[in-house]
């Protein structure tokens, strides 16, 4: 019987003294990742600007004993398991970042979600008849005592738990092993193309979906199906806007660092939060009826999101600043953020992953315009919003519903042509720096994996020669 590794989020209700407790470890174990952080682009900076030193590693260490000097005292007040997770965790980013699976580690900053990694050297799960599941916290020279939490589901005893909080809650989670159910053995992506491979035309047909992500609606189906917002929901994120607005008023109003102007922080900070959160409950819904559908391809549009929320450039003529449309695309971004768009992708892919269902991401070019009958593609193919009119065939139908057939075209075709993971491209980044080493031309060269898929393979990173203006220039990316 195979396993994976599931998690949980469960309520946390600490009391006023025990929230400050852990307030203190989340700000020295975040002080603790800063200063790793800031060490490391400490000592890459000086490898690149010492030509001696090119070629010289970085240290890869958890060691945090260097930060407790007499400017931090309040670091001895708390747990030393705690600082050694500070290091833990900008130990683990760096790994993930040379394994190609994420940016460099950057600053943590003090506001929005806060968490703090605890260890089983800290923490005891206890039975109790009256309060239920409790969480027994801290040390005999660091008590913080016994915390509720409600638990919704079952779980098992983890190794360590992230406490967090966000918009005034608090939150346990962790994860744990369990048996996959209904699926004996656990297949790679590789394994399950070789399989649907095998299948015939008709049969790959029938169990395979694409899926259209858009504004106004949120996800459209080959079969002609929409998964839209309850419409209560809806209504409810209006109403939070709008209080959030006044509330936003009542801020500008009151004296900073007072009281009731932090109450007001934490007031708008929930009220914010809850768009976020029905994003989250709708990804998750989707997801799980998508998965539960009969389908077993997944196809979706590799869709560069950062990209498409970025900021408008600044435009001037004549030496003066003209409009730019930055409030339109302010607007833009706000509602392909608040379509969760990524959350969807990531939930379909582990929780097919799951149940041996194979999710391909296939290039989302021209997809809108691109007839599903007879592949003409033209702009005037989509004659509104909602309207595709073929001007080839003529063949009509709802314009998400049409994409989503090509993209599932696009993902047999994929399928049939042997492409399942899509390598990250490799990019190179030219620097300038301001001291140049002898003979050189004041350039650093830097190999970075990039790539716009939301599904892609991890990447290597290893020393390389560029060849600029004439000089060669060692650059080593840890």
């Not at 738990?161 to 962790?174: D, M, Q, T």
Request: charged residues 20%.
């Amino acid at each position: 019987m195979s396993s994976y590794s599931t998690g949980v989020r469960f309520a946390l209700y600490p009391s006023l003294a025990q929230a400050s407790v852990l307030r203190q470890w989340i700000g020295c174990q975040r002080v603790i990742y800063n200063a790793k952080v800031a060490e490391d682009q400490y000592f890459s900076t000086f490898r690149r600007q010492a030509l001696s030193l090119t070629g010289e590693p970085t240290p890869l260490d958890q060691q945090y004993a260097q930060f407790k000097t007499e400017l931090t005292p309040w670091l001895s007040e708390v747990p030393s398991q705690i600082l050694r997770n500070g290091a833990v965790r900008w130990r683990n980013a760096k790994q993930r970042q040379l394994q190609g699976l994420a940016g460099a580690p950057v600053k943590r900053r003090a506001h929005g979600r806060q968490a703090v990694l605890i260890t089983n050297e800290l923490f005891q799960f206890v039975a109790d008849e009256q309060d239920g599941h409790v969480l027994l916290l801290g040390t005999p020279k660091f008590p913080v005592g016994a915390l509720r939490f409600t638990a919704h589901r079952p779980y098992q005893l983890p190794k360590q738990v992230v406490i967090s909080v966000e918009a005034g809650r608090w939150y346990v989670s962790f994860s744990f092993e369990v048996a996959s159910a209904g699926v004996d053995v656990l297949r790679s992506p590789e394994e399950l193309a070789y399989e649907f491979n095998n299948w015939s035309d008709a049969e790959l047909l029938t169990v395979t979906a694409g899926y259209d992500r858009g504004v106004v609606n949120r996800l459209a189906d080959s079969a002609g199906l929409f998964y839209p917002v309850d419409p209560k929901v809806t209504l409810r994120v209006q109403r939070k806007e709008v209080q959030t607005r006044r509330y936003q008023r009542k801020l500008a109003r009151q004296v900073k660092g007072s009281t009731n102007r932090n109450k007001t922080k934490v007031k708008l900070a929930r009220l914010q939060n809850y768009r976020a959160r029905c994003a989250q409950d709708w990804a998750h819904k989707t997801s799980y009826a998508l998965v539960t559908s009969g389908t077993k391809v997944h196809v979706l549009e590799a869709l560069q999101v950062a990209n498409m929320t970025k900021r408008s450039k600044p435009k001037t003529e004549n030496g003066k600043w003209v409009r730019n449309g930055a409030a339109a695309k302010s607007g833009l971004n706000k509602a392909i953020l608040g379509s969760a768009w990524g959350r969807l992708a990531l939930y379909l892919n582990y929780k097919a992953t799951r149940r041996n269902q194979l999710v391909l991401v296939v290039p989302p070019h021209y997809s809108s315009q691109e007839c599903s009958e007879c592949h003409y593609t033209h702009a005037d193919n989509r004659a509104t919003q909602a309207l595709f009119v073929c001007q080839r065939c003529g063949f009509t139908t709802h314009a998400d519903t049409n994409a989503s057939r090509v993209l599932r075209a696009r993902g047999i075709a994929q399928l049939r042509a042997g492409v399942v993971v899509v390598k990250p491209r490799k990019r190179i980044a030219i620097r300038r720096t301001s001291q140049p080493g002898a003979g050189c031309s004041g350039m650093s060269v830097e190999r970075q994996d990039k790539s716009g898929l939301e599904h892609h393979a991890p990447g290597t990173h290893a020393a390389s020669k560029q060849k600029i203006e004439n000089c060669e220039v060692r650059s080593t990316v840890l």
